[in-house]
Structures are given as structure tokens and as C-alpha cells.
């Protein structure tokens, strides 16, 4: 059974023709600048192109009644704003249930954390590790991971790096560049927090998922949310802008846009942006993630060999026990890069068999029958256009993060790229909101 999303429906007519700040993306960032600007009685709309809001966050239930999260669902045990939000909407948060280290499956084998394989990929990680810890990287900017890799006599550690990097930045291994990889480590808080889940990055999560944040962000701001709207083009004068939308022309005084840079390219603008920010919006480009959920009655892995692995055959990816405290048991997967692209050619039923196939010699023939199955390829997404974050192509000096977001005109710039802590998670989007309201309160 594969069921389809409900997270937050907007509203699609009647759009005014003024306000004083239109937001553009129904996305975390966006909403949580949009509730802040209304909060101090400043009048505000926001324009999402989709047909539902979220942005990349999306939840959805489950044939047994739980919720899940399609897009964006964790909570570092670093990011007190997401923290702070889901507190202050009354959402529950839980913590991971993972051990000491995941498991490493290549087929049908299962490789011992003491393997020759994984023990000659520590001081691997260890160097990257120190070496993001420097601000000299530029001589490995046009270097892509693809090449630097490749120069590893070793199969399974070379592969080992191979999965990772793509699952934790969703890249094409041969158009991201070292340089930028590094950046990317520094900026995120070392490898060793993006990797762990209990005590880093992937800390915890919520039971009423990541959605439930933004249906109750969407119901404070009610009529002023409006979904299938997508911005044409913006018009610049000296008292503020014309956005002429899908549904209608309306005027303001100050534009947020939240969309990353390649999809806010979309828009055309008049006056032209400047050389630095359309030179941002061509060098870089979303990556490619595939994420998908089993759910069982019973996370009946947790007594056998448990379930958070790393799997390093074809298409390599990671697994995850997201399960609920109440149940019932949650697998997720994450495929990402081009291998998140191989799976677009099969029907849903073939992507679940072959998933969960890989995963029978480990956990029993159990994980082949789901209660139901819950899948999304982000890449395909005309509006999110990909995920987690837009990332710089090789040889560009845009793109590294945090993005610039000064203000240009009456536009101002947010989402999870730009932020100064935690680009690319949730708790980035929320700062980069956050801060956009300020600029234009202090503005107004």
C-alpha cells in the first residue's frame, strides 16, 4: 500500500492586489518568517507555487495510523530552535533508538565494525575531519569527490565514502567538489555529528511528525497562506515591488524569498539582479534524494540485528529505526546522488522489492511485507526541485555555505542555506526565517 501526503492545504483564489510583505515558499522558512512578521501586526501573505505547503518537509499517515515524514525530520541534539518550536506547538519529541554503531551490509554479507574495510576508512574520516577544520580548501575546488575517491586502491572503504557523502549531501560525486565537501563538513559541525544519530544530527524525532509544525505555523496564519501561486516575476521600483503570480498581480513593499537559488532562478526580475546573485542562482543546483518508509506492526528487527545500516551494494544508501515509543515500527531509507536516479525508472513496487529485498538475509523474510510503504524522490519535485540544500558546482565560488543573503532593493533572502548555524537542517530554515523578519521589521 503506498498512501499519499496531507501536510497543510492552502488556499488558491481570491488573492489580494496589495500587501506589505509577501513571503514566497510555504516552507519552514518561510512560515516561521511570515508568523513573526504577522505577530508584529505587519501585514503579510505568503505564495507557494505547489499545491501543498511544507516545502521540504512532508508528512503523512500511515495504514496503522501513525505519522511519518517523507521530507526533513530530525532534530540534532544542537538545534534548540526546531527544539524550540515543536515545544511551543505542543509536538513530541522522542529520541532515536540506534546503536553504538550501524551496520554495514554489502549483499548478503554483514561486515564486523573490527573489518580490515571499515577499520582503513576511520583514518580517512578522521583527516576530512581535520581538514574542513581549515580555511585553505581552494586548491581542491575544481578536485570532485568522484576523482579524489577513485584514487582509493581499497573497494569497500572507497564505497563506504561513497554512500556516505551521498546520502549526507544528496551530490553527484562527480559535480561536487572536495572543497565544497569540506566547507560542508565545517559548516555542519564535523563529520562525527552529521554522522550520529543518537547525540548528533539526527537526534530525534517527532511523534506527530515535522508536519504537524507546519499545519499549526499554516492555521495561526490562516487566508494569508496561499498555495498553488507560483511568482512569475518580480518588478522593482523605489516603493517596492509588483509580483505578478499564476493568480493575479499584487504589490508590496518588501519580498521574502525563501526557494533555494537554482529554483529561485525561475523568476524573472526587473530591474536584473545583480552579477553576484545571479551568478548564484546559475553555479548551483539541488541534489537527488530518494526517502522512502516501511511500516510494521512491530519493529520486530530490534531482536535480531537491529536497524540502521549503511548498505553498500547497489543503489548504496542508509536505513534508519525511526520508529515511534508507541510503535508501530518505522524503517526508513535514504538513497542519494545519482543512485537516488536509478530507482526513477521502476514502479513502486519494484523500488520496495528491491530496497527491501537487500535487507532479508539480515532482518527475515518479514521485511518484505509492510503494512504499508510510503515513498518520495525529491528530484522529481518540480517546486523542492531536490534536496537537502543547493550546492555549488565545481570551480564556482558561489554556493559554499553560509549564502550571502544581503537584502537587494526591497528583497530579501531567506531558507536553509543561508544560515549561519546548521545550513542545510531544519533548524537552519527556522534561523534563516527568523531573521529575515527582522531585516524587514527593522526596514519597515
Same mark, same amino acid.
Given at each position: 500500500?503506498?498512501?499519499?501526503?496531507?501536510?497543510?492545504?492552502?488556499?488558491?483564489?481570491?488573492?489580494?492586489?496589495?500587501?506589505?510583505?509577501?513571503?514566497?515558499?510555504?516552507?519552514?522558512?518561510?512560515?516561521?518568517?511570515?508568523?513573526?512578521?504577522?505577530?508584529?501586526? !505587519?501585514?503579510?501573505?505568503?505564495?507557494?507555487?505547489?499545491?501543498?505547503?511544507?516545502?521540504?518537509?512532508?508528512?503523512?499517515?500511515?495504514?496503522?495510523?501513525?505519522?511519518?515524514?517523507?521530507?526533513?525530520?530530525?532534530?540534532?541534539?544542537?538545534?534548540?530552535?526546531?527544539?524550540?518550536?515543536?515545544?511551543?506547538?505542543?509536538?513530541?519529541?522522542?529520541?532515536?533508538?540506534?546503536?553504538?554503531?550501524?551496520?554495514?551490509?554489502?549483499?548478503?554479507?554483514?561486515?564486523?565494525?573490527?573489518?580490515?574495510?571499515?577499520?582503513?576508512?576511520?583514518?580517512?574520516?578522521?583527516?576530512?575531519?581535520?581538514?574542513?577544520?581549515?580555511?585553505?580548501?581552494?586548491?581542491?575546488?575544481?578536485?570532485?569527490?568522484?576523482?579524489?575517491?577513485?584514487?582509493?586502491?581499497?573497494?569497500?572503504?572507497?564505497?563506504?565514502?561513497?554512500?556516505?557523502?551521498?546520502?549526507?549531501?544528496?551530490?553527484?560525486?562527480?559535480?561536487?567538489?572536495?572543497?565544497?565537501?569540506?566547507?560542508?563538513?565545517?559548516?555542519?559541525?564535523?563529520?562525527?555529528?552529521?554522522?550520529?544519530?543518537?547525540?548528533?544530527?539526527?537526534?530525534?524525532?517527532?511523534?506527530?511528525?515535522?508536519?504537524?509544525?507546519?499545519?499549526?505555523?499554516?492555521?495561526?496564519?490562516?487566508?494569508?497562506?496561499?498555495?498553488?501561486?507560483?511568482?512569475?516575476?518580480?518588478?522593482?521600483?523605489?516603493?517596492?515591488?509588483?509580483?505578478?503570480?499564476?493568480?493575479?498581480? !499584487?504589490?508590496?513593499?518588501?519580498?521574502?524569498?525563501?526557494?533555494?537559488?537554482?529554483?529561485?532562478?525561475?523568476?524573472?526580475?526587473?530591474?536584473?539582479?545583480?552579477?553576484?546573485?545571479?551568478?548564484?542562482?546559475?553555479?548551483?543546483?539541488?541534489?537527488?534524494?530518494?526517502?522512502?518508509?516501511?511500516?510494521?506492526?512491530?519493529?520486530?528487527?530490534?531482536?535480531?540485528?537491529?536497524?540502521?545500516? !549503511?548498505?553498500?551494494?547497489?543503489?548504496?544508501?542508509?536505513?534508519?529505526?525511526?520508529?515511534?515509543?508507541?510503535?508501530?515500527?518505522?524503517?526508513?531509507?535514504?538513497?542519494?546522488?545519482?543512485?537516488?536516479?536509478?530507482?526513477?525508472?521502476?514502479?513502486?513496487?519494484?523500488?520496495?522489492?528491491?530496497?527491501?529485498?537487500?535487507?532479508?538475509?539480515?532482518?527475515?523474510?518479514?521485511?518484505?511485507?509492510?503494512?504499508?510503504?510510503?515513498?518520495?524522490?525529491?528530484?522529481?519535485?518540480?517546486?523542492?526541485?531536490?534536496?537537502?540544500?543547493?550546492?555549488?558546482?565545481?570551480?564556482?565560488?558561489?554556493?559554499?555555505?553560509?549564502?550571502?543573503?544581503?537584502?537587494?532593493?526591497?528583497?530579501?533572502?531567506?531558507?536553509?542555506?543561508?544560515?549561519?548555524?546548521?545550513?542545510?537542517?531544519?533548524?537552519?530554515?527556522?534561523?534563516?526565517?527568523?531573521?529575515?523578519?527582522?531585516?524587514? !521589521?527593522?526596514?519597515?
Amino acid at each position: 500500500m503506498t498512501t499519499r501526503a496531507t501536510t497543510g492545504q492552502g488556499l488558491a483564489s481570491g488573492l489580494p492586489t496589495s500587501t506589505t510583505v509577501a513571503v514566497i515558499g510555504a516552507g519552514l522558512a518561510g512560515l516561521v518568517a511570515a508568523r513573526a512578521l504577522h505577530r508584529a501586526g !505587519i501585514d503579510v501573505i505568503v505564495l507557494e507555487a505547489a499545491d501543498r505547503i511544507g516545502g521540504r518537509v512532508m508528512s503523512e499517515t500511515s495504514a496503522l495510523g501513525s505519522r511519518l515524514d517523507l521530507g526533513g525530520q530530525w532534530i540534532g541534539h544542537d538545534h534548540h530552535r526546531v527544539a524550540a518550536l515543536a515545544a511551543e506547538l505542543g509536538a513530541t519529541p522522542f529520541a532515536m533508538h540506534t546503536p553504538a554503531l550501524p551496520g554495514v551490509i554489502d549483499g548478503p554479507s554483514r561486515l564486523s565494525a573490527l573489518s580490515p574495510s571499515l577499520l582503513a576508512a576511520l583514518p580517512i574520516l578522521a583527516t576530512l575531519d581535520l581538514l574542513a577544520r581549515r580555511k585553505d580548501t581552494e586548491r581542491w575546488n575544481t578536485t570532485t569527490l568522484d576523482s579524489w575517491l577513485r584514487k582509493m586502491p581499497w573497494r569497500r572503504p572507497r564505497r563506504l565514502l561513497e554512500v556516505v557523502a551521498e546520502v549526507s549531501w544528496t551530490a553527484d560525486l562527480d559535480r561536487y567538489s572536495v572543497h565544497a565537501m569540506l566547507r560542508m563538513i565545517r559548516s555542519q559541525g564535523g563529520l562525527l555529528n552529521m554522522l550520529s544519530t543518537r547525540g548528533g544530527a539526527q537526534d530525534a524525532l517527532l511523534t506527530e511528525g515535522m508536519g504537524s509544525l507546519v499545519d499549526a505555523l499554516a492555521t495561526e496564519l490562516g487566508t494569508r497562506v496561499r498555495s498553488s501561486c507560483r511568482v512569475l516575476s518580480i518588478s522593482r521600483d523605489d516603493q517596492g515591488a509588483t509580483l505578478r503570480t499564476t493568480t493575479g498581480e !499584487i504589490r508590496a513593499a518588501r519580498v521574502i524569498i525563501t526557494a533555494p537559488p537554482p529554483t529561485a532562478a525561475r523568476i524573472a526580475h526587473e530591474p536584473p539582479l545583480p552579477p553576484e546573485r545571479v551568478a548564484l542562482e546559475q553555479n548551483t543546483c539541488m541534489g537527488s534524494v530518494y526517502k522512502a518508509v516501511a511500516v510494521y506492526e512491530q519493529p520486530f528487527w530490534r531482536t535480531r540485528n537491529g536497524g540502521e545500516f !549503511i548498505l553498500l551494494d547497489e543503489p548504496g544508501g542508509g536505513v534508519f529505526d525511526t520508529t515511534p515509543p508507541d510503535g508501530p515500527g518505522h524503517l526508513c531509507l535514504l538513497v542519494g546522488g545519482a543512485a537516488a536516479r536509478t530507482l526513477d525508472t521502476l514502479e513502486a513496487g519494484q523500488r520496495r522489492e528491491r530496497l527491501l529485498g537487500r535487507l532479508v538475509p539480515h532482518l527475515g523474510p518479514e521485511v518484505l511485507a509492510p503494512a504499508s510503504w510510503h515513498e518520495k524522490s525529491w528530484h522529481l519535485d518540480e517546486h523542492a526541485g531536490g534536496g537537502y540544500i543547493a550546492l555549488p558546482l565545481p570551480g564556482s565560488s558561489e554556493g559554499l555555505p553560509p549564502v550571502p543573503a544581503a537584502p537587494v532593493a526591497c528583497l530579501h533572502w531567506a531558507g536553509a542555506e543561508t544560515a549561519s548555524e546548521h545550513p542545510g537542517y531544519l533548524d537552519g530554515a527556522i534561523e534563516s526565517g527568523l531573521r529575515a523578519a527582522q531585516e524587514v !521589521i527593522a526596514e519597515l
